[in-house]
């Protein structure tokens, strides 16, 4: 039985054998080559893996689903064929390295000082990737630039951007590229992370004379009628924020607040959770329903009018071209 086995596992054994061969014998051919034929060697080396792995780029992802796993397949050969490369060439170049060491100990500092953005950049990716400061598909604001994340290099983090001449939170359609040492020397806000929803609020004037107790009922039942669908998801979110961080239990239902500006208006606030994804269409859905219940009771509510335009009066006109009494002793002058 034994013997049997050891015939069966005979023709893989010889194969990893001879495979193991051939890598030997190359790695031994590129190890003797000369320092000219070494440079060759790595420029032809480093096209065809930069040639393969393009390819392997291009036409792996579509054997997989649209979206996330096709990003994330994409962004591993790209990750494989940088190890590749390096691989390739601490090979190529193994021999030598021992007697580059000093030199290259020499030329450290310079080399850092003149790539000291390329190394910023690239702890800051660690920096993503090991604090999770966010991933591909969260809204941030990352110093003054603030949009979706759409893709995350070694050195640079690409978003969508938002606002920025657009109101609201929709895109403005500009690509903005944005060096990842940006988020070690400054702030990072996540709207995503955790609890992905945001405190909202709008303004709204009514006349010093409406009635405030119904109009803050209005408002109160309005903005729970239309947050009320996410009310769970909320809860379920800012619970799991509670467990991973030490937070204070603030108020999530909506609320009413109500000041009188100056004497002579009531300005209601109305403030509400929302999702950061929704803040443009929850407004519009308030405002829509807020001025059709203020429509129907106008003897209750009344919006505060502006005052309109000031019409300019023209001048008094001079004595002259308004006419003078007859009995006036200049106007007898003037007619003599």
Known sequence: MLIVSGLCLLPIWTNDCWITSVMDDLIHRLGSLSLVGKLLAAILGIVFIQMSFRLLEKTLPRYFSPGDARYRVRKFVVLLGYVIGILFMAVLFGDRLGRLSFALGLAGAGVAVALQEVILGIAGWFAIAVGKLYAVGDRVQVGDAKGD???ISPLRTTLMEIGNGVS???YNGRIARIPNGAVIKGLTFNYSQGFRFVWDEIKLRFTLDSDYVFAREMLLRIARDSVGDYMEKTEQSWEHVAEDFRVANLRREPAVTLVVVDGAYLEFTVCYVVDYLKRTVMKDQLFSKILEEVSGNERKVRWVSSPGPTIPQPPPKPASAAG??????????VAR
């Open 149 to 151: 994340v759409i893709d």
């Open 324 to 333: 003078l009494a007859p009995s006036s002793p200049v106007a007898g002058a």
């Open 168 to 170: 609201g939170d929709l």
